[in-house]
């Protein structure tokens, strides 16, 4: 009998129960942020602050010292060193890689160390685990465990990837598939479509695939495989999404030309530098801009050395359309590929009626973003609406519904459809507790919201926020924000 496949929306409302199931889970009582609204600070003149390096270019310079010919010794500075690329960190050293923190965001990746083995995390459904062959486990991080993937396949490196409950449940087809078109051969050890799996043998064989969804992670594990293989490839894909990949396999000098949503990948030499640069998130920076623009501050923030790739921007740029005084300045490239340059923002929402995002180059260009996106909203006096979502059912919550239910909980009204989001503004929003669903940019959007509405707020979970932004608490006190984990009280 042929195999049935869903498409990526029938799969998405097949993910609502079992997404509901994993949110409604028991909480680990991690430490919750509590929130007092109001600026604790009155100011005239400009203010800076900084934000952490981005997390999806710190994944991919770490996962370059494990492309062919990278150097014995690679330096990575501004990385991210939230949860989320801490996972990868273990998996690196079971492959024989030595990772140390220099301190500032500086890791170094050397080559050539004792491998140190990771403890294997019980599955109920396999009791005879490979032998012989490293098992890598990336916690949470979807990002670290699918390249990781892709470059093991690219390799020929045998091993097992696995990651924690929750990254379990989430599709690995969308990876697994094109690379068996590319001659691999990558085995399910539990569930179909799912973590764990082995990676047995390489990509062989040039060929043009198709993937079918939008995803970054996707297309990058193709790249970063036939890059690994130096095998020609053409990878087409059916919206644009960050390239962050693709900027810096160009920027080590390899062969990929992009049109009409195909990439083609000539096969042919590249060199992995000794030092990567690291930009600032601009996801990260929208924290600092959406409390800066709730509050109404006439004065002027900036948050220089952000990673302006367009593909990232996302949130701004629906904000600039409904209205925002938001602008771009000092403008510059990385050598890693990367436009780099200063956000600033000035005033606040006045005047802005609503936000729509109905293109899904625009939704991926702000899919980090759009919990926050949804606090703005409801901030606003008119409806607005955020399509195109789909893929948010697969993070690390279905984020469709607990950007819902979280947004909800201050009074805001919002109806959940199949592919996103509509946001009735105009209703009265109100301080009190509110779920964070241990999802990091759940619990950061309700706390930026938070901060504009009198009373207290405490987001459960709240501190979470580590798996991505570290210093989130550190950063929102920098504009004016009253807020603190409660275990600092």
């Given amino acids: 009998m042929p195999e049935v496949r869903k498409t990526v929306r029938e799969t998405a409302r097949d993910a609502v129960d079992d997404g509901a199931r994993r949110f409604d889970r028991p909480a680990t009582e991690a430490a919750h942020l509590v929130v ?59 492959l024989g890689l030595r990772v140390d923190d220099e301190g500032g965001g500086t890791l170094v990746v050397r080559r050539g160390a004792v491998p140190v083995p990771q403890a294997v995390r019980a599955h109920s459904g396999i009791t005879a685990w490979p032998a012989d062959v490293p098992y890598l486990e990336t916690g949470g991080s979807s990002a ?12 020929g490196t045998r091993a097992v990837v696995d990651g924690d409950e929750v990254l379990r449940h989430r599709p690995m087809e969308w990876i697994v598939d094109p690379l068996v078109e590319l001659g691999a051969e990558v085995d399910y050890l539990g569930e179909v479509g799912r973590l764990p799996v082995l ?24 790249l970063l495989a036939v890059a690994a293989a130096r095998l ?77 790739n367009p593909t990232r921007l996302g949130f701004f740029e629906v904000l600039r359309r409904a209205g925002a005084d938001i ?9 890693g590929g990367e436009p780099i340059g200063t956000v600033v923002a000035r005033g606040g929402l006045e005047g802005l009626e609503s ?26 006096p008119g409806t607005s609406r955020i399509g195109c979502a789909e893929e948010l059912r697969f993070k690390e919550t279905d984020r469709l519904t607990t950007t819902a239910r979280m947004v909800g909980a201050f009074g805001a009204r919002v109806e959940v459809e199949a592919d996103g989001l509509t946001v009735r503004g105009g209703a009265a929003l109100r301080a009190g507790t509110v779920p964070g669903f241990e999802d990091h940019r759940i619990a950061m959007a309700a706390a930026t919201l938070a901060m504009c509405l009198p009373g207290r707020t405490t987001v459960r979970g709240g501190a979470c926020h580590h798996t991505s932004f570290p210093d989130f608490a550190d950063v929102q006190r920098a504009v004016g924000a009253r807020i603190v984990e409660d275990s600092q009280r």
């Avoid at 690329?85 to 050293?93: E, F, I, Q, S």
């Avoid at 047995?200 to 990058?220: I, N, W, Y």
């Avoid at 000794?274 to 004065?299: E, F, K, N, T």
């Fill in 36 to 94: 007092d609204g109001g600026r604790q600070l009155e100011r005239r003149g400009p203010l800076t602050v900084a934000v952490a390096g981005d997390k999806s270019v710190s994944h991919r310079a770490l996962l370059a010292a494990l492309l062919p010919g990278a150097p014995a010794v690679l330096t990575v500075r501004n990385a991210n060193l939230g949860g989320a690329v801490r996972a990868l960190l273990p998996a690196l050293r079971a």
């Fill in 144 to 155: 670290a465990a699918r390249l990781l993937i892709g470059l093991l396949a690219g390799t």
């Fill in 199 to 222: 990676v047995r043998a390489p990509v062989c064989r040039s060929a043009a695939v198709e993937l079918s969804v939008g995803s970054a992670q996707a297309r990058s594990a193709v």
């Fill in 232 to 308: 020609p490839a053409t990878v087409r894909h059916p919206v644009r999404s960050r390239d962050h990949t693709e900027r810096m396999l160009a920027a080590f000098g390899a062969g990929l030309h992009e049109r009409d949503r195909t990439i083609t990948w000539d096969g042919g030499p590249y060199t992995v530098p000794s030092v990567i640069d690291v930009p600032a998130d601009p996801s990260l920076a929208a924290y600092p801009v959406a409390a800066h623009l709730m509050w109404g501050d006439s004065a002027e923030l900036r948050v220089p050395g952000v990673c302006l």
């Fill in 327 to 335: 602008s771009y300045e000092d403008e510059r490239r990385t050598s």
């Fill in 355 to 380: 936000v729509r995002v109905d293109d899904p180059a625009l939704l991926h260009a702000l899919i980090d973003e759009v919990p926050l996106l949804a606090v703005v909203a409801a901030l606003l």
